[in-house]
Nanobody, 126 residues
Framework: QVQLVESGGGLVQPGGSLQLSCTTS????????IAWFRQAPGKWREGVAC????????YYKPSLKGRVTISRDNAKNTVYLQMNNLEPDATAVYYC???????????????????WGKGTLVTVSS
């Protein structure tokens, strides 16, 4: 069955960096787009970044562009989210998700995905 497992979360100081991983199974990652979302305490879930299939086009929440980078390693069935210069408002549970389509689509950030991981907690605090 389709599975997505996030890892790499933890406690990081403001200004620090963190790389999250989304390891997939049950489908051929090469053919599908994967997106990262986050949900901060008391806030709505929001789209962070999305990467298309083998073409590898990337899309970002505008306010995060330049501070996060999404990438993929199909051989490892893994999609990464590199986050730099983290601020306390980045504290959230981060999820990866897929709708098993090749492209992200113009509305990827709305989160209408069929398959989700359970999330990994990122805490930015001194």
């Amino acid at each position: 069955q389709v599975q997505l497992v996030e890892s790499g979360g933890g406690l990081v100081q403001p200004g620090g960096s963190l790389q999250l991983s989304c390891t997939t199974s049950g489908f051929t990652l090469d053919y599908y787009a994967i997106a990262w979302f986050r949900q901060a305490p008391g806030k709505w879930r929001e789209g962070v970044a999305c990467i298309t299939d083998n073409e590898g086009s990337t899309y970002y929440k505008p306010s995060l562009k330049g501070r996060v980078t999404i990438s993929r390693d199909n051989a490892k069935n893994t999609v990464y989210l590199q986050m730099n210069n983290l601020e306390p408002d980045a504290t959230a549970v981060y999820y990866c998700a897929t709708d098993r389509v090749p492209r992200c689509g113009s509305r990827w950030h709305e989160g209408a995905m069929d398959f989700w991981g359970k999330g990994t907690l990122v805490t930015v605090s001194s």
